[in-house]
Every structure is written in structure tokens, then in C-alpha cells.
């Protein structure tokens, strides 16, 4: 079974400061990795992911996620937030072994940026 | 490209009537999932179809809820009777999902469902 853990339901950052909003993951096989950011009575909009390759992972926004295969995380990085990156963020993880496999999103993180 | 449309966007109906939402995948895309989002649940897949096959429905709540996948270009889910705990945003998605892909999925911009 796959399973994926957001442990932190909200961050607080202050604006220009770095942010980092966690996920850990359980998968039987090599793990698909996502991350999505809602916004205010939107629908999820895709930021990155990492499928194989660099640990290192540069998406939207200028967000970027570290592929940590001993610690089974994969945690969302920012080095300066800003106020407009306040939104929910959502880590999600298939199990790239089979495509029939579906994709388990996390609970959610709040990520609140203060001016 | 429009993206993932879906419609209506806001539906408000009393408890015991039919409810159907509705979606359109972005074109060329051969996977679609319906979700449900709640402040108690968070994001629940309910069923997913791929090749306009459902694949896996067994987040469907009951036997009230039932969704339909006549072509590639749209689906529907439908709650018969509707009751008030069905309250929520209802979001679609699409991918491409071809079993080499990454399955990036779009979601659409949600149906938020009050059930009075």
C-alpha cells in the first residue's frame, strides 16, 4: 500500500524569509512524487515533481523539492517567500511500479507568508 | 487550450434531490478522476476512469453516487437522493496517462455542492 504524510497542517513564515513545508511517503516500489498548490476556491495547479534523476527538483514559482530516498521524504523548499505564495499545498505519490497504480494525495499544508 | 472545465461551478439543491455534475477533460487526455473536497476529509478520489473504463471506484461513498464516462470528451458524477453530508467541492481532473507518462494530473476548477 502507498501512503503519503503532510505533518505540519499549517507554516508560518515571514516574507523573504525560507520556507519548507514537509512530506514523507510510504510506497511498495520506486515512488512518483508531486506537489500541487490550491489557492482560494481553486482547483489544484501542478508545481513539480520528481519521477528519476537529480534528488534536486526545480518547479513553478520558484519552488524546488529534495528527493530524499533514505529518509522517504520529499519536502517543499522556497529560499525567500513571498506573501502571494500563501496558499494550501499538497504532496501526492504513485507507485511508478504499475500504471494502474493511483495517485495518493497528502492532507494538505497551509502555508501562511507574513508580510 | 480551455483546460479542465466543469460545470456548474456552484449548485445549491435540497436534501433529497438529484444532483449532476459535470466534466470536460482536456483533449488528448485518456485519464479523469473525480475528488471530493471537505474540511474533515480533505481530497478523497472517488472514481477514475481511463479509456473511458472506470478503473477504480472504490472511493465512492454508497450506492448513491455513480459516475459515467460515455466518451473521451466527458463525464458525469451523479448523487441520487442527494443528503446535506454531500456538501463539498467536487473537483475533475484529466492526465495522460499511457502507463511511460508521469501522470501530471490538471484539475478543473471545482463544483462546490451545498446540499440544504
Known amino acids: 500500500a502507498q501512503s503519503v504524510a503532510q505533518p505540519e497542517d499549517q507554516v508560518n513564515v515571514a516574507e523573504g524569509n525560507p520556507l519548507t513545508v514537509k512530506c514523507t511517503y510510504s510506497?511498495?516500489?520506486?515512488?512518483?512524487l508531486f506537489w500541487y498548490v490550491q489557492y482560494p476556491n481553486r482547483g489544484l495547479q501542478f508545481l513539480l515533481k520528481y519521477i528519476t534523476g537529480d534528488n534536486l527538483v526545480k518547479g513553478s514559482y520558484g519552488f524546488e523539492a529534495e528527493f530524499n530516498k533514505s529518509q522517504t521524504s520529499f519536502h517543499l523548499k522556497k529560499p525567500s517567500a513571498l506573501v502571494s505564495d500563501s496558499a494550501l499545498y499538497f504532496c501526492?505519490?504513485?507507485?511508478?511500479?504499475?500504471?494502474?497504480?493511483?495517485?495518493?494525495f497528502g492532507s494538505g499544508t497551509r502555508l501562511s507568508i507574513r508580510p | 487550450d480551455a483546460g479542465v472545465i466543469q460545470s456548474p461551478r456552484h449548485e445549491v439543491t435540497e436534501m433529497g434531490q438529484e444532483v449532476t455534475l459535470r466534466c470536460k477533460p482536456i483533449s488528448g487526455h485518456n485519464s479523469l478522476f473525480w475528488y471530493r473536497q471537505t474540511m474533515m476529509r480533505g481530497l478523497e478520489l472517488l472514481i477514475y476512469f481511463n479509456n473511458n473504463v472506470p478503473i477504480d471506484d472504490s472511493g465512492m461513498p454508497e450506492d448513491r453516487f455513480s459516475a459515467k464516462m460515455p466518451n473521451a470528451s466527458f463525464s458525469t458524477l451523479k448523487i441520487q437522493p442527494s443528503e446535506p453530508r454531500d456538501s463539498a467541492v467536487y473537483f475533475c481532473?484529466?492526465?495522460?496517462?499511457?502507463?511511460?507518462?508521469?501522470?501530471?494530473?490538471?484539475f478543473g476548477p471545482g463544483t462546490r455542492l451545498t446540499v440544504l
Open positions: 481532473a484529466s492526465s495522460t496517462a499511457d502507463g511511460t507518462s508521469t501522470d501530471t494530473q490538471y
Open positions: 510506497v511498495s516500489g520506486n515512488p512518483y
Open positions: 501526492a505519490v504513485r507507485d511508478a511500479r504499475s500504471s494502474a497504480s493511483k495517485i495518493i
